[in-house]
T-cell receptor, first 114, second 112 residues
Framework: DGGITQSPKYLFRKEGQNVTLSCEQNLNHDAMYWYRQDPGQGLRLIYY???????QKGDIAEGYSVSREKKESFPLTVTSAQKNPTAFYLC?????????????FGPGTRLTVL | KQEVTQIPAALSVPEGENLVLNCSFTDSAIYNLQWFRQDPGKGLTSLLLIQSSQREQTSGRLNASLDKSSGRSTLYIAASQPGDSATYLC???????????FGGGTRVLVKP
């Protein structure tokens, strides 16, 4: 089965802790993305990567960090510097080749800060 | 800066009625536009992608139109069913390597 997997589905964090959200894709997509979604709101881009070992900040990168050591993996770390981390986090990927390059999403991770 | 707007934010229709969902964007220089569906607590499912050179795209009961010059796209869902209840989001991309800009979504409820 080709697709995007995110783990864990639910994550609880104490204040002051760093946590890492996993995102893996076996679609051989070049680009990967992390979004944050708050209740009743649209998606906001945190970070994205178009090639291994390279990534760019999105609109709300403060308090987050990423790495892209492998094409299929794009983990997101929510650091203690993120003031309001409770949200639904979505990972996505997209091929950059050709014209019909739809973006596909994983099932999401719901992070709650206790 | 590209801005994408979806109005209304919520919509309720009786089963069987056709659904019309609107998406508008401020910068007409787009590469493509994508419509997504999101069920509560789930990720996004891609419904349709329209290239900038296309006027419409169809898949089953779904039809999406694109008018770049006026900065508008419309998603039509024929003969709505309770299973169509979800939030529908549109997103545009400026160029092949760029990121998507999302609208806020329209939450749809189809009443049996």
């Amino acid at each position: 089965d080709g697709g995007i997997t995110q783990s864990p589905k639910y994550l609880f964090r104490k204040e002051g802790q760093n946590v890492t959200l996993s995102c893996e894709q076996n679609l051989n997509h070049d680009a990967m993305y992390w979004y944050r979604q708050d209740p009743g709101q649209g998606l906001r881009l945190i970070y994205y990567s178009q090639i291994v070992n390279d990534f760019q900040k999105g609109d709300i990168a403060e308090g987050y960090s990423v790495s892209r050591e492998k094409k299929e993996s794009f983990p997101l770390t929510v650091t203690s510097a993120q003031k309001n981390p409770t949200a639904f986090y979505l990972c996505a990927s997209r091929s950059l080749a050709g014209e019909h390059n739809e973006q596909f999403f994983g099932p999401g991770t719901r992070l709650t800060v206790l | 800066k590209q801005e994408v707007t979806q109005i209304p934010a919520a919509l309720s229709v009786p089963e069987g009625e056709n659904l019309v969902l609107n998406c508008s964007f401020t910068d007409s220089a787009i590469y493509n536009l994508q419509w997504f569906r999101q069920d509560p607590g789930k990720g996004l499912t891609s419904l349709l992608l329209i290239q900038s050179s296309q006027r419409e795209q169809t898949s089953g009961r779904l039809n999406a139109s694109l008018d770049k010059s006026s900065g508008r796209s419309t998603l039509y869902i024929a003969a709505s069913q309770p299973g169509d209840s979800a939030t529908y989001l549109c997103a545009v991309i400026k160029a092949a390597g760029n990121k998507l800009t999302f609208g806020g979504g329209t939450r749809v409820l189809v009443k049996p």
